[in-house]
């Protein structure tokens, strides 16, 4: 709960959420827009269950996002946020009117009205809360890495698992996305042919340190400086690379080589303010990564090359780039074309008629919801899913018979999110990845680093 006082070099997370617009110079480079379709304005709203009676603790920039996205979610009531420091403790609690504002999480824990707890702490401080909110019968949303070891990652993992009657989610946001959901059923139709290559990026310069009058407080804010508490950019921002790598290739990386030095900020930090990595993928497919804060050009963005097209995904959007000798996969003709550069691009949209996918001047709505949001109303609808399983299950039959509340629960229809084997895998990759970079090595992952016993 060590927060941080207010910086924009803080919201790398919410950078690397939103991600920025190179609509233009995609399709100078002959790029299609692919893009899922959103609800049409006069659609029905979706119907929302009870508000789900929350908990924020940490509430450092990115737990102040977490707040406010928060409260944009009709199924989320913000009751309780904690935080050790009582600056950033009294500004959150003004943007969250009825809170209860706590100094130590375990009174948040105590408290029987709060429902579910958003975990945005240090990575490194996670796991005691973590578990300790499990125990207390929190359902928990954990923002990732889930821990800095591959054995406290285990534990959280371990705990996750054995809370049947919890909803424990990873902040993995990208997995609750439809537009990513929408782009992994393109590519996996065989649309870009064989999978060749994925490369990924994370470009901006900024210096990660805060300061302050207080030395003890100074080094608290700047921990993701040090190398006993942070897994430096691999960890903080890479984890989603990562992710969306092992997700596009449905493996896990065999093995990993990093480099890394301090080339700019030369300021007595311990973590490299840029790396490098490749990552083995079964099939001889190979994850390039690289991340700088030392420079901002091309900014953030995945590419998945095949031996018929590319995909780059950038933000919210993503864009298709074709072969000269790929074959039409049969859609072509019903979609909306674009010419630039004397280049024909073709605009595929999900679930577009075939009118509107012919309209050469229609506009294609903008994709504006931000895959946190879609990652929290996720969680919220479980929470709501899994509270009324367990409050049917109970009505009828022993409450104590936890092996047939658990069959109970495991048959619910659940929202798409990231689970505790989806945070694990990701988080060991990230730790593992981090170790490579710091030795400059090449380290085979074991199998048994992404299971639990």
């Not at 804060?293 to 780039?321: I, Q």
């Amino acid at each position: 709960m060590n927060s941080q006082p207010p910086s924009a070099a803080d919201f790398n997370r919410r950078d690397f959420i939103r991600g920025g617009s190179i609509a233009t110079l995609m399709s100078m480079l002959g790029g299609v827009e692919l893009k899922a379709a959103e609800a049409p304005k006069d659609a029905p709203a979706k119907s929302s269950g009870p508000k789900v009676k929350c908990g924020v603790i940490g509430l450092g920039a990115w737990g102040r996002e977490v707040v406010g996205t928060l409260q944009r979610q009709a199924e989320a009531q913000i009751v309780s946020l904690c935080d050790t420091y009582g600056v950033m403790l009294r500004r959150a609690a003004t943007n969250a009117p009825g809170a209860t504002a706590v100094d130590d999480y375990r009174k948040m824990l105590e408290d029987k009205s709060v429902q579910a707890v958003f975990v945005a702490t240090p990575t490194h401080l996670h796991k005691d809360i973590v578990i300790e909110a499990l125990q207390a019968g929190k359902h928990v949303y954990c923002e990732a890495p889930l821990a800095t070891t591959v054995e406290d990652a285990k534990a959280i993992a371990k705990a996750a698992r054995d809370a049947g009657a919890q909803v424990f989610q990873p902040g993995l946001s990208l997995r609750s996305d439809p537009q990513r959901h929408f782009l992994l059923s393109f590519i996996r139709t065989g649309a870009i042919g064989k999978d060749v290559m994925v490369r990924a990026q994370w470009h901006k310069k900024q210096s990660w340190r805060f300061t302050s009058a207080n030395p003890d407080r100074e080094k608290e804010i700047n921990w993701r400086l040090s190398k006993e508490t942070s897994l430096g950019l691999a960890g903080e921002i890479g984890i989603h690379h990562f992710d969306g790598m092992a997700w596009l290739q449905k493996d896990l990386p065999t093995a990993v080589t990093g480099f890394g030095s301090i080339i700019h900020w030369n300021d007595g930090r311990e973590v490299p303010d840029t790396i490098q990595a490749v990552l083995e993928f079964p099939g001889g497919v190979q994850g390039m990564y690289d991340a700088t804060l030392a420079n901002s050009f091309d900014g953030e963005s995945e590419v998945l090359l095949g031996t018929d097209a590319a995909v780059m995904m950038r933000g919210n959007k993503a864009w298709l780039f074709k072969e000269v000798d790929s074959p039409l996969l049969g859609w072509e003709v019903y979609a909306r074309k674009e010419v630039f550069y004397k280049e024909t691009g073709i605009a595929l949209v999900a679930n577009a008629s075939k009118s509107t996918g012919t309209d050469e001047n229609a506009e294609i709505p903008a994709y504006t919801n931000t895959p946190l949001a879609f990652a929290f109303e996720s969680f919220l609808a479980n929470v709501n899913e899994v509270v009324g399983a367990v409050e049917d299950f109970t009505a009828t039959f022993d409450a104590a018979d936890k092996k047939a509340l658990a069959k109970h629960i495991a048959g619910l229809k659940m929202q798409r999110a990231a689970t505790w084997k989806e945070g694990l895998e990701a988080t060991v990759t990230a730790i593992k990845t981090n170790e490579a970079i710091l030795g400059a090595k090449r380290i085979v992952l074991q199998k048994d680093w992404f299971q639990l016993a």
